[in-house]
Each structure stands twice: as C-alpha cells, then as structure tokens.
C-alpha cells in the first residue's frame, strides 16, 4: 500500500512556494512601486508599511515550510538514509533553509531601522539620496542585497524540493533497492 504525504508536502511546497514568491514581489513590485512615490520622504515608509502587512503571512508561509519539511524528513527517514543523493539532498536543503531563515531575520532588522526612521528622502525604497541619513542609507543598501537573495535561496529550495520528488518515482527506488538491498 502506498504511503501519501499529501499535507505535509503540501504545507511544504505552499510555504516555500509563499516565501519566494512573495518575497520576489515585494523586492520588484513594492519597492519599484513605492519608488514611484512622488514625495521622496514617503518612498521608504510606504514600502516599509507594505512589508509590515506581508511579514505576518511570510510567518506563517515560513512556518508551514518548516512543519512540511520536518514531516517529509519524518515520514521519509528511511530512504533519506538509504537511497542514494537523498541525504546529501536534504542536508543542503537544511543548511540552505538556516540561511533563508537568518537572511529573513536579517531582513526584518533592516527594514525595521528603515521604518523606525519615518519620512526619510531617499532615491526609492531601498535607494538612499545623498540626503539620506547615514544609518538609514547603509540599512537600505544592504536591505536591497537582502531582499534579492531571500528569493534566490527559497528558490534553491523549491529546485531541491523538485529534485526529491524526482528521487522518489519507482524506477530510483528501485535502482538504489537494488544497490542498497530491502528497505527497512
């Protein structure tokens, strides 16, 4: 009999799925918009009001992603230590999720020094002007790194996430069966 993962997958997939891609949009569509702004002192507020409003739903998109992935390393622990690329697989994964998640925090601090800083001129939402104050301008700079690699590694994971599910059809199973012998 067959052994479905349906939920944890789904919470898996979803939240990563959430975590890129909203990400993804509020580094291109927020901030581009924001920087649109015709007041230069609204720009970096409005944008950090955006993220405001986004970082609950991210929460809970990261938090889904998490649970997922516990359960899919859970209810798939044997061939994770079996079957041969999946526990190098799922180590990356790790790591990889440990760095989108201190990227994420990081990510919250700079913004949050950019917010606390109110009606501040700047060029656009993570684009200091030459009037910009100092401490704001190096937390916009580096927020616009930030934002742009939060994307990329939940992207990696989604790519990873891909690849498993690869490693899972029969005919890999039963290659590495027949290396590895039965499964427990």
Do not use: C
Request: proline share 3%; glycine share 14%.
């Amino acid at each position: 009999m067959e052994n479905r993962n349906t939920l944890v997958r789904s919470l898996h997939d979803l939240g990563a799925a959430a975590w890129f891609g909203g990400t993804l949009m509020g580094a291109i569509g927020l901030n581009g918009a924001a920087g649109t702004v015709s007041d230069e002192t609204e720009r970096a507020s409005t944008a950090s009001a955006g993220w405001g409003r986004w970082a609950p739903f991210n929460a809970v998109a990261i938090g889904a992603h998490l649970v997922g992935g516990a359960g899919l390393i859970v209810a798939n622990r044997d061939r994770v230590v079996d079957q041969e690329g999946t526990r190098g697989n799922t180590v990356v994964k790790l790591v990889l999720t440990i760095v989108a998640l201190a990227l994420t925090a990081y990510s919250g601090v700079l913004g949050a020094t950019v917010g606390k800083a109110g009606k501040v001129p700047a060029k656009g939402s993570v684009t200091p002007s030459a009037s910009t104050p100092s401490e704001v301008a190096g937390a916009m700079k580096q927020l616009k790194l930030v934002q742009f690699a939060i994307p990329a590694v939940a992207g990696s994971l989604i790519v990873l996430g891909a690849q498993q599910g690869e490693q899972q059809k029969p005919e890999e199973q039963a290659r590495d069966r027949g290396r590895f012998g039965r499964r427990r």
